[in-house]
């Protein structure tokens, strides 16, 4: 079986992308240092998956530990790096911490990588990127815009990274960068999915906490935007088929199909929804009806945002296969595993 090396596998996108790829036949190897994840996703990858998966707790920032893994395993062929801090609040107030660890941690990786022969990175961007788009849907070759926080600006100064170190005449890294949506929802088993610390930052999961009686409502920010009902466009794609995206961008680089030595994708349905459409859509997956109240703007947030998902279908042949309602079905199923 083909290793690969999953940072962060065993945080909310990682660990489902740790099923994919053990159902598609690959075997992960999860390193992670725990700061935004528990011990008990291990516990749910072994129900889903009938053994357990190799887990190292070290700090991606550890080139030596790192160096360790590779060793140890022997026959690494590629990477997956989900590892980083992804609170967009926290980074303005942390920035000097998110700088160090989201660019730092993938420039120890990439030299790491170079050392010990490991030619294949599949790299976590995020639509952040983009900034306030000027046009929608935005493909691939829509310029970025500066980024509305420092949390973005790492997703853009590590595209810079694979970028600049990919030109590099010595260079042997292969990179495809992933650049997602709004990933929502979990596992259909419900023994892996998203656990925020605290009062959740993210639409789904302050929903459906909401909807089990953990807060008392949701505020949605803002109703006033140029939007078909005036709240906020996003672009909701659900964690599993987000997973399966890593699946195939790997086999592509183990393949050498790529046609660049570094290629981006966009990783979302290519449709957009307001914020009160996935309220109506949980509440009829649900059959719970949902407290929430119309408050101001949040500051920093992008009117509208979703992908064209085109040159995923077409290079990748990756296409998204779950409805919005779907997924936020899964997330009430999770939720609902958690309260009990
Ligand atoms: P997550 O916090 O659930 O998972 C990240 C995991 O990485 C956690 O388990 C954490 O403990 C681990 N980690 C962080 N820093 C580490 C380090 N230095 N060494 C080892 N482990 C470390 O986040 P997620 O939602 O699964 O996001 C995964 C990746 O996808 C991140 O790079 C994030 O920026 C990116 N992304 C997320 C979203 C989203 O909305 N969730 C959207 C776009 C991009
Ligand atoms: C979605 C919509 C809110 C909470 C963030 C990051 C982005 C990317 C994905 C990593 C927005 C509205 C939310 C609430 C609300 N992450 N909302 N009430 O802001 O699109 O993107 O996650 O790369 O970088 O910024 O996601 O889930 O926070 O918000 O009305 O209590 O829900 O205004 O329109 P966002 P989100």
């Not at 906490?209 to 803002?222: E, H, M, P, S």
């Not at 009117?303 to 997330?331: H, M, N």
């Given at each position: 079986m083909t290793k690969i090396l999953v940072t962060g596998g065993a945080g909310y996108i990682g660990s489902h992308a740790v099923v994919?790829?053990?159902?598609?036949?690959?075997?992960?190897?999860?390193?992670?240092?725990?700061?935004?994840?528990?011990t008990t996703v291990l516990a749910g990858l072994r129900e889903i998956l009938g053994r357990e998966v190799p887990c190292y707790r070290i700090d991606c920032g550890n080139a030596e530990a790192l160096h360790e893994v590779f060793r140890k395993e022997g026959d690494i062929k590629g990477v997956i790096h989900f590892a980083a801090y992804k609170a967009v609040g926290e980074?303005?107030?942390?920035?000097?911490?998110?700088?160090h660890n989201n660019v730092g941690s993938l420039i120890t990786l990439l030299q790491v990588m170079k050392d010990e022969g490991v030619e294949n990175l599949v790299f976590s961007s995020s639509c952040t990127v983009y900034g306030i788009p000027d046009q929608l849907p935005v493909t691939e070759a829509?310029?970025?815009?500066?980024?509305?926080?420092?949390?973005?600006?790492t997703k853009q100064m590590c595209e810079d990274v694979v970028h600049d170190s990919s030109q590099a005449a010595d260079n042997t890294t292969h990179t495809i960068l992933l650049r997602y949506f709004n990933p929502i929802g979990a596992h259909e088993s419900a023994k892996i999915g998203e656990l925020p610390l605290g009062v959740p930052n993210n639409l789904v999961p302050f929903i459906t906490?909401?909807?089990?009686?953990?807060?008392?409502?949701?505020?949605?920010?803002?109703n006033d935007y140029d939007t078909p009902d005036g709240t906020n466009v996003r672009d909701y794609i659900h964690v599993v088929d987000l997973a399966k995206a890593h699946v195939v961008a790997v086999q592509r680089l183990l393949d050498r199909k790529a046609s660049e030595v570094v290629e981006t994708f966009n990783v979302g349905t290519g449709h957009g929804n307001t914020v009160l459409e996935v309220v109506k859509a949980f509440e009829e997956a649900s059959g719970q009806k949902l407290n929430y109240s119309i408050g101001p703007r949040r500051p920093g947030d992008v009117?509208?945002?979703?992908?064209?998902?085109?040159?995923?279908?077409?290079?990748?042949?990756?296409?998204?296969?779950?409805?919005?309602?779907?997924?936020?079905?899964?997330?009430?199923?999770?939720?609902q595993s958690l309260v009990r």
């Open positions: 994919e790829l053990a159902q598609a036949g690959f075997e992960p190897i999860i390193v992670d240092n725990f700061v935004n994840s528990e980074s303005v107030q942390k920035p000097l911490a998110y700088f829509t310029p970025t815009k500066p980024a509305s926080s420092p949390y973005g600006r906490q909401t909807a089990a009686g953990l807060r008392d409502k949701l505020t949605i920010f803002g009117p509208a945002i979703y992908a064209d998902a085109t040159k995923a279908a077409e290079v990748l042949g990756f296409k998204t296969e779950t409805s919005l309602r779907d997924a936020l079905a899964s997330a009430w199923k999770w939720q």
